[in-house]
């Protein structure tokens, strides 16, 4: 038997006998340098061994939107302006905001906050729907900055009012300056 060391005791009688281990075999299949190690993804048959001829890439972007962005409301200064300077028409849900505009054409923006309306699908579905409803009505508006303003919750069955809403809105607007033309 061995010495105690500290709370340990150390025994010097036994032998440690190493685990039985498989023999070393050498690998029943040896690659090549040359070989693509790759395994064949489906019935096509394994790559050459040359690298292969590219695909080139042609990208045809999409035509170009004319005119978009020129139409959009930006920044908070723009907003400001409009917010501080702009004549509010109210409906139950929307409100419209609409100064002069300070050089034509106007433009228009949307304030449509996530406590009105919680899913960002149905605040993208109302902003395209307003969007086309003012590209409708465009020749009319462009002497004004434009803010649509969501006020209320508005649920997904009630974007069609929304929608309704705005014509009037932007009706009770265009009427006087078609009826100064």
């Not at 500290?6 to 070989?35: C, K, M, S, W």
């Not at 409009?82 to 419209?96: I, K």
């Not at 929304?162 to 009706?171: D, F, I, K, N």
Request: aromatic share 4%.
């Amino acid at each position: 038997m061995g010495a105690a060391t500290g709370n340990h005791q150390v025994y010097d009688d036994e032998t440690h006998l190493p685990t039985f281990q498989a023999a070393p075999r050498a690998h029943a299949r040896i690659p090549r340098p040359d070989e693509n190690r790759r395994r064949p993804q489906g019935p096509v048959g394994t790559p050459g061994q040359r690298p292969r001829q590219t695909h080139g890439l042609t990208v045809i972007a999409p035509p170009p939107r004319i005119g978009n962005s020129r139409y959009r409301l930006r920044g908070i200064g723009a907003f400001e302006a409009v917010f501080r300077a702009g004549a509010r028409h109210d409906a139950r849900y929307l409100q419209l905001i609409a100064a002069r505009a300070a050089q034509p054409p106007g433009r228009v923006g949307y304030v449509i906050g996530r406590k009105v309306m919680p899913l960002a699908v149905d605040r993208n579905r109302l902003r395209r729907c307003l969007r086309e409803m003012i590209r409708g009505a465009r020749p009319a508006l462009e002497a004004y900055d434009v803010i649509l303003r969501v006020k209320r919750s508005v649920a997904r069955s009630e974007i069609d009012v929304v929608l309704g809403e705005a014509r009037q809105l932007l009706a009770r607007l265009c009427a006087p300056a078609e009826a100064a033309q």
